[in-house]
């Protein structure tokens, strides 16, 4: 009897074992999520010559157009662009990737703000090519909501910046008056109604 109770002690004490040595080596989420693809192609910061950003509501849509390796607006105002904004916001396309699922089914896309009424619309171009097409949503733990039309799938993507997305007009042209090196300046003279 006493040989059987340390058989069983034994039989225990190695499932434990095998359970803990599962649990160690088991796939962890973030190794799953690390295996989902991108539903875009790389983006290349130095291929994009396009990109239209549509705000959700009543904000006029931004387009940014390359020309003669320069950044130019063509919506809602025409003029040079501001080239360090325009960078700032080609690193965040380049940087993004899909880290998980957020949702699966379109009855969340109200709830994650990407769906029409609420995302706002990003379109890439490398030529007439169309590098990327979403909704970009609400804002998620270490990451923004994603979804991209043929598909009611949400994605939560990470290295995307929402506020770059968010941005004012005037925020993405160039509002430099002038080009002046400091060590040139002698003086500066304001003139005003009250003096000078």
Do not use: C
């Amino acid at each position: 009897m006493e040989g059987n109770n340390r058989l069983f002690i034994a039989a225990g004490v190695l499932a434990v074992l095998a359970g803990g040595v599962w649990y160690v080596n088991r796939e962890k989420p973030e190794e799953r999520q690390e295996r989902l693809s991108d539903p875009w192609q790389a983006i290349q910061r130095d291929q994009v010559t396009r990109f239209v950003i549509d705000p959700a509501g009543d904000a006029p849509a931004i387009e940014r157009e390359k020309r003669d390796n320069k950044w130019f607006m063509n919506q809602p105002g025409r003029g040079p662009a501001d080239e360090s904004q325009v960078t700032s916001m080609l690193s965040s396309l380049a940087d993004m990737h899909v880290a998980s699922v957020a949702a699966q089914e379109a009855g969340s896309h109200g709830t994650m703000e990407v769906d029409a009424a609420h995302a706002i619309h990003v379109q890439v171009y490398r030529g007439s090519a169309k590098l990327f097409d979403g909704f970009i949503g609400k804002a998620l733990a270490g990451g923004v909501a994603a979804r991209f039309e043929g598909s009611p799938r949400v994605y939560r993507l990470t290295g995307l910046e929402r506020f770059r997305l968010q941005n004012a007009p005037r925020e993405w042209r160039n509002r430099q008056i002038t080009n002046v090196e400091r060590s040139h300046v002698r003086w500066v003279q304001w003139q005003d109604a009250t003096g000078t």
